[in-house]
């Protein structure tokens, strides 16, 4: 059975940060495009990170371009999620998906419904 399963939220002042978890089981990641959402409440879900296939190749929304960090730990089989300098507005659920691609040169997106396996998030309350 495959499962993601996301850590690392909570409170946290504007300008602290956090790091964000998403661990798999019944998969291994590094074959998948990893991306991380979030959703505020009252908003609809948008994209915020994600990478391809090998690591080399991330891709950040405006909103976060220069102060969050999208990893993968193979030997973890966990991707992370760096924020920093964070903000109220950055404030929501995070959650993280996967998707296999058809090739491993496919470049990841931050489109949700490309991604067919999401975990339940994580909350990230940012607030002074």
């Known amino acids: 059975q495959v499962q993601l399963v996301e850590s690392g939220g909570g409170l946290v002042q504007p300008g602290g940060s956090l790091r964000l978890s998403c661990t798999a089981s019944?998969?291994?990641?590094?074959?998948?495009?990893i991306g991380w959402f979030r959703q505020a409440p009252g908003k609809e879900r948008e994209g915020v990170s994600c990478?391809?296939?090998?690591?080399?190749?991330?891709y950040y929304d405006d909103s976060v371009k220069g102060r969050f960090i999208i990893s993968r730990d193979n030997a973890k089989n966990t991707v992370y999620l760096q924020m920093n300098n964070l903000k109220p507005e950055d404030t929501g659920v995070y959650s993280c998906a996967a998707e296999r691609p058809l090739t491993s040169s496919t470049m990841c997106t931050i489109y949700g419904p490309e991604y067919d396996k999401w975990g339940q998030g994580t909350q990230v309350t940012v607030s002074s």
């Open positions: 019944g998969i291994t990641l590094d074959s998948y495009l």
């Open positions: 990478v391809s296939i090998g690591d080399d190749r991330k």
